[in-house]
């Protein structure tokens, strides 16, 4: 039990514990905090993976970016004022059980196959060789994902715009 | 076994997609079922992140996760604006009562 390992229990225990509360708070408006709380933990697994450059990313992706995005979809899909922002569940039970002896096989056939594991040194700084990376061998995918953007960015506003009266 | 290891990430991801799915499952609005998926997407990406640190892989994995977060965010975008379209049409986003295609 090192440093290491003591704070990888604490971003483990905040990760699996807010997304715990994400899918069980019945107020949507707690559910997209304890996210945040989620995302927050998640890059901190990443630090200690050593991928400093995907938890920046992840910081300021998902918490600037589609948190906020999903906040925006709370407040504009309920009527805030008038009624409690509750969401109603369905099939509670089958979905418990079938979710736990999910859980359960996943986690068994993980711990039990024998990964070829080298424990990894934490490599000082990623971001020149990720970017090296990306315009190198993945060069295809990168312009793919832009042009992707660009038809989401342009899909999403068309949809959502007002109809002209 | 308290020494961490890749199969402690494993474990964190696959607790993390469970999650995920008994929210995509068990919710009825759609923000929330967003927000299972945006878990799911996350233990993915955790996973990834993991083999490409233990399994002596250099950053590919990294970059994949990279991709994995940049098509999260454009799901994001346009999943909201198909819920905001939703809402303007029926005055309701639950999943389980927007079924007029069975008619």
């Known amino acids: 039990m090192n440093l290491y390992d003591i704070i990888f229990y604490i971003f483990a225990a905040i990760t699996i514990l807010s997304a715990l509360f994400v899918v069980t708070t019945r107020n949507i408006v707690h559910s997209a905090f304890f996210l945040l709380f989620t995302f927050f933990g998640v890059a901190g697994i990443y630090v200690l993976l050593g991928a400093d450059f995907i938890a920046i990313a992840q910081i300021m992706v998902y918490v600037g970016g589609i948190l906020i995005l999903i906040l925006f979809g709370v407040m504009l899909t309920n009527k805030i004022t008038s009624v409690e922002i509750r969401t109603g569940t369905v099939q509670m039970i089958p979905a418990t059980i079938g979710v736990v002896i999910f859980m359960a096989a996943v986690i068994a056939i993980m711990v039990m196959t024998n990964w070829k594991s080298e424990p990894g040194l934490i490599p000082l700084g990623t971001t020149k060789d990720l970017g090296h990376l990306l315009i190198n061998d993945y060069v295809l995918i990168f312009e793919l994902l832009g042009i992707l953007l660009l038809i989401a960015l342009i899909g999403a506003a068309s949809i959502a715009r007002r109809e002209q009266e | ?103």
Do not use: C, P
């Not at chain 2, 923000?31 to 950053?59: D, K, P, Q, T």
């Not at chain 2, 999260?72 to 379209?85: F, Q, R, W």
């Not at chain 2, 029926?90 to 389980?96: K, Q, R």
């Open chain 2, 1 to 103: 076994m308290l020494t961490v290891g890749l199969n402690h990430f494993l474990v964190i991801s696959a607790v993390l997609f469970s999650l995920g799915i008994y929210g995509i499952v068990t919710r009825k609005n759609a923000v929330m079922v967003l927000m299972g998926i945006e878990l799911v997407l996350n233990s993915a990406n955790i996973n990834f992140v993991a083999f490409s640190h233990y399994g002596n892989f250099g950053l590919n994995g990294q970059a994949i996760a990279l991709f994995v977060i940049v098509l999260a965010a454009a799901e994001a975008a346009i999943a909201l604006a198909i819920v905001l379209n939703v809402y303007k049409t029926f005055a309701e986003v639950n999943v389980d009562e927007i079924d007029h295609l069975k008619e």
